[in-house]
């Protein structure tokens, strides 16, 4: 799920030139353009997915023609209900993304819905009235549908409606996805409106199919252009760290032994593999319950919003990219981005961010409640141990794939025109009576492609 984030992304060379368009309705159009192009970039199938494990983290970058670079960090900051945070930024172009995903499974008979809940805020850091906060746009995202799950053909399908707003332009677009119908209708069709929220006004006009071309229409002068053709446009995958640099709980070497099992159609092993990953999820989970301790996300913190809050507007999301960064010096930024955890090759983690050694319950006494309390909350004044550097020893490791090969696998996140959009949690049939639980079962999962 976080690597796949970056699949409404796959264009971003769109966002370059938009924070210097001077006209306001413009750079708006331009937003929608690129919040449209980010759909048709699909996997060839549907696998039983790798759902995130709490505190995974996956980060990448792309390197653009004028010397430039964009930035990802993301991490899954809840399991129950699965929230996953994430951060784009291009510094040099005042570019700035902030996102939460929050995927709702809804079991409908013979079909299943992802109640795509959650926003990303884009801002232009170079504009708007506040410096301070730039000029942000408010995305949603269309709900996602799996129908033929329990017989018939599959197919899996966009629809209801999603709006890109900004407040400050006073402009809004209500953009509908729009599902086919028992009789007639078409797959991926999409139709929708910008206005001028203030007078109602409809400027601009869309339709088309979202994984195809999709036209605009000037209301005003009933002018219609080509605007976003999603087979002659070329994605922009991004560049990921090797896998002998990252940490046991970034996505491509956590998952790496399960998506080659997967590659080697192997169900036994990926079964097995996925198993074990779950398994020491709900150990540590224990383990924290048992000691008292409270989870908190490594990379992000809760947004400071409410009224006249600093990030006032953005309760959404809920989380935010915990790192303070300079508001308008990019040569800056782009330390202070890097410094929060590594993206580029080469990198090392800031052992400052690093998470604390977790004592042993049998080499930790437990603590004596002091004379003065009435009642012993289990409080311990003991100074913690400072971090130790996490030592990488997948190198000279036989059993693990080359980095190009693993890389190469989990980084193909999709092609165009064929299969679902993302993949669904593996619990939307968990309402159906007698099935077992919902992450794994006591049989061997089936990771299997679902035609069209």
Not at 276 to 303: C, K, N, S, T, Y
Request: hydrophobic letters at 30%; charged letters at 30%.
């Amino acid at each position: 799920m976080l690597e796949r984030i970056t699949n409404f992304m796959c264009h971003p060379e769109m966002l370059l030139p938009i924070p210097k368009m001077d006209d306001p309705t413009d750079r708006f159009v331009s937003v929608v353009k690129f919040y449209l192009s980010g759909w048709h970039i699909r996997p060839p199938g549907v696998k039983k997915p790798l759902n995130p494990i709490l505190g995974e983290i996956f980060t990448c970058y792309w390197d653009f023609p004028d010397n430039t670079r964009a930035y990802y960090i993301s991490e899954q900051t809840s399991h129950h209900p699965p929230k996953s945070s994430y951060f784009y930024m291009v510094p040099e172009h005042h570019i700035r993304v902030d996102g939460c995903l929050k995927p709702k499974s809804k079991f409908l008979g013979n079909s299943a819905a992802s109640l795509m809940e959650g926003t990303a805020t884009l801002t232009f850091l170079n504009r708007g009235k506040d410096p301070q906060k730039g000029e942000r746009y408010f995305l949603t995202q269309p709900n996602m549908y799996a129908r033929g799950i329990l017989f018939g053909k599959m197919k899996y399908e966009l629809g209801d409606h999603s709006f890109v707003r900004c407040p400050e332009l006073g402009l809004i677009a209500d953009l509908e996805f729009k599902t086919k119908g028992w009789v007639g209708g078409t797959y991926n069709a999409i139709g929708g409106t910008i206005r001028n929220e203030k007078t109602g006004e409809a400027l601009y006009e869309f339709s088309g199919l979202w994984s195809d071309e999709m036209v605009i229409k000037n209301l005003k002068t009933g002018h219609k252009d080509a605007f976003f053709n999603a087979h002659r446009s070329k994605p922009s995958p991004p560049q990921v760290r090797p896998i002998e640099e990252q940490d046991e709980k970034e996505s491509q070497r956590l998952w790496r032994k399960t998506a080659q099992a997967v590659k080697d159609r192997n169900h036994e092993l990926a079964t097995d593999e996925k198993t074990r990953i779950e398994d020491a999820q709900r150990d540590e989970a224990a383990r924290r319950a048992q000691d008292g301790v409270e989870w908190h996300p490594r990379l992000f913190r809760r947004v400071r919003g409410g009224p006249g809050g600093s990030e006032e507007g953005e309760e959404d999301l809920e989380w935010i990219i915990n790192a303070r960064l300079d508001p308008t010096d990019p040569k800056k930024q782009i330390e202070q981005i890097l410094d929060i955890y590594p993206i580029t090759p080469g990198q090392t983690a800031n052992i400052a961010r690093s998470i604390p050694p977790r004592a042993s319950i049998s080499e930790a006494p437990p603590p004596q409640p002091k004379q003065d309390d009435l009642i012993d909350f289990g409080q311990d004044d003991t100074p913690a141990e400072l971090p130790k550097p996490i030592q990488h020893q997948l190198k000279d490791d036989p059993k693990v794939e080359s980095t190009g090969e693993i890389s190469g696998m989990l980084k193909s996140t999709g092609k165009a025109s064929e299969g679902p959009l993302i993949d669904f949690h593996n619990d939307l049939k968990k309402n159906v009576p007698d099935i077992r639980r919902s992450d794994t079962t006591g049989s061997n999962d089936v990771f299997v492609d679902a035609k069209e």
